[in-house]
């Protein structure tokens, strides 16, 4: 899973670049998330403590609410866009025509709410996370014991 972690966020990273996606500071967070995704799971991956699996969550959190926040402002400048050529008036036909524009694509951010919600997906339950509240203070360390009939 973390494999398709790392294959999915240099995939929209390189998308977002080519694009040019970089114009203002809305377009540029994108790239600033990736970026610290990229650095946390490397962090993840050689290091694999708890505080590494942490700070995974938290940008794969922030890169989930980015991708909302992202189809909401891609809507809503198709939208003027199909205001202003006065194609349609409103109504479902303005919805309608707004989700299918191809510039901005309105439904594109949720890619990297699928992205947020697959490094959510890897940490949940993780094993370091586990190790962490088995001997946090008040709690000491227990020994697993296995019983057999």
Not at 5 to 21: A, E, M, Q, R, S
Not at 33 to 53: D, F
Request: proline share 5%.
């Amino acid at each position: 899973m973390l494999g398709l972690l790392v294959i999915g966020t240099l995939g929209i990273g390189t998308d977002l670049l080519l694009l040019g996606h970089y114009e203002d500071a809305w377009q540029v967070l994108p790239l600033i998330l990736i970026g610290l995704a990229l650095a946390a799971i490397v962090w993840h991956a050689i290091r694999g403590s708890a505080a590494s699996v942490r700070a995974l969550q938290i940008v794969m959190t922030l890169c989930a609410i980015s991708g909302m926040i992202g189809v909401v402002l891609h809507y809503r400048a198709s939208m003027e866009f199909q205001l202003e050529s006065g194609a349609v008036s409103g109504g479902w036909p303005l919805f309608w025509k707004t989700i299918h524009a191809k510039a901005p694509p309105a439904l594109a951010p949720g890619a990297m709410t699928q992205l947020g919600l697959l490094g959510l997906l890897y940490t949940f339950r993780h094993a370091a996370l586990t190790r962490l509240l088995s001997i946090s203070p008040g709690n000491p360390p227990t020994r697993q014991t296995s019983t057999s009939s």
